[in-house]
């Protein structure tokens, strides 16, 4: 799990004749809350913040960032020469990624954004706080970076606000959640959200992880990290079953939704036993007037990190002909220990159009960026 690139400047070499790349999972943070957040908080949540801090909606962990070994998940080599944590020095980051490996797009997706906290109005000030340091830090000063819209999720109202506040700013591309929320993402408590991303013309993201006070499994706290890195993939099904079954795309036909950092490769056995049991009982839920699978396939994208990758590669090529190539975007997750390098990303052969698609195009067009 200790993993560095040890193999950094062969990827360099490969990488730089290659095709521009959009990375669809790239994690900023801020070198101190103090000095690049605090400015855009009031007083109130500046003093809330060093007498109280944070509580999350979690039975753990508390203490060291988790992993202690990798904490936030870094990647060792990822650290910025100038000090700081992984993915706070811009600088840094455009040498050792986004330059190497000819990013022309890359979407910032900020973690530990107060979003599962238990103090809603401080969620939706923090929020409010990332959105604008985003722009200041980075999209201001690199014009390959574009934004996530953080939002206070369990509080729909304060989202919609945020929402509407930032509708129509071409710093931001889609807007964010965590996927371990309070309850199932189709419930109606959150579809005022999907109406506001919608009427701003913004996709709707997921990344795994989160905190809405549960397990990640069904049936309490697991032992182990590896269970939480499998658990993530098991959330997102979760999630996506609801939004489909709760009748959230049926109700908002233009809603885009991206799946990130839960991989893709159980996305036809999912539909499948969607689509089986639709068949049977869809008396139940006549608002779904269409198979599950369609609407999959007409509303859902999903990020490729971290890449199922099979020894018998022609298996990958079939799941993902299930899953359609368009629906696919390529991501890092840098700067993460599990960082999936694009000079070793699709090890199969495919054709041009595929490639380009894969790697770039499909997330210019779903982000609007193609024009």
């Known amino acids: 799990m200790n993993v560095d690139i040890l193999t950094h400047e062969k990827s360099i070499s490969k990488t730089r004749a290659r095709m521009a790349i959009a990375d669809c999972d ?28 944070v509580i999350y909606r979690q039975g753990f962990p508390t203490g060291p960032a988790f992993p202690k070994g990798q904490p936030n998940a870094a990647r060792r080599d990822s650290y910025p020469t100038s000090g700081g944590k992984p993915g706070s020095d811009l600088a840094f980051m455009q040498s050792q990624h986004l330059g190497p490996n000819n990013i022309q797009l890359g979407v910032l997706n900020p973690l530990q954004c107060a979003q599962g906290v238990q103090n809603q109005d401080f969620s939706a000030a923090y929020c409010n706080a990332v959105n604008q340091w985003q722009i200041e ?69 997921v990344h795994a992880f989160g905190y809405g006070g549960a397990p990640v499994t069904g049936g309490g706290w697991p032992s182990f990290y590896i269970e939480e ?85 022609n298996q990958l090529l079939d799941t993902i002909e299930w899953i359609g190539w368009e629906n696919l975007l390529f991501a890092t997750d840098y700067p993460h220990w599990d960082y999936d390098d694009p000079s070793r990303a699709m090890p199969i052969k495919i054709g041009k159009q595929q490639k380009e698609g894969f790697f770039l195009n499909n997330a210019l067009k779903l982000y609007g960026l193609d024009q």
């Open 137 to 205: 830090q980075w999209t201001s000063k690199d014009h390959r970076l574009k934004a996530s819209l953080m939002v206070p999720y369990e509080d729909p109202l304060a989202s919609v606000k945020e929402i509407e506040k930032w509708a129509g700013n071409e710093h931001f591309i889609q807007v964010l959640l965590l996927s371990r929320t309070a309850e199932p993402l189709g419930q109606r408590k959150y579809w005022p959200i999907y109406d506001a991303a919608c009427r701003a013309g913004l996709p709707v993201a």
């Open 229 to 313: 890195m499998v658990g993530h993939a098991q959330n997102t099904q979760s999630l996506l079953t609801s939004m489909v079954i709760e009748g959230v795309f049926e109700k908002f036909p233009t809603l885009k939704l991206i799946l990130i950092e839960a991989g893709f490769a159980w996305l036809p056995a999912l539909s499948w036993r969607l689509d089986k049991l639709w068949d049977r009982m869809r008396d139940e839920i006549p608002h779904v007037s269409r198979p599950p699978s369609q609407l999959i396939r007409e509303h859902v994208w999903l990020t490729t990190q971290p890449m199922e990758e099979p020894e018998e590669t």
């Open 26 to 53: 790239i994690h900023p943070s801020p070198k101190s809350v103090e000095i690049e957040i605090f400015p855009f908080l009031s007083k109130r949540w500046q003093e809330y913040m060093k007498t109280y801090g």
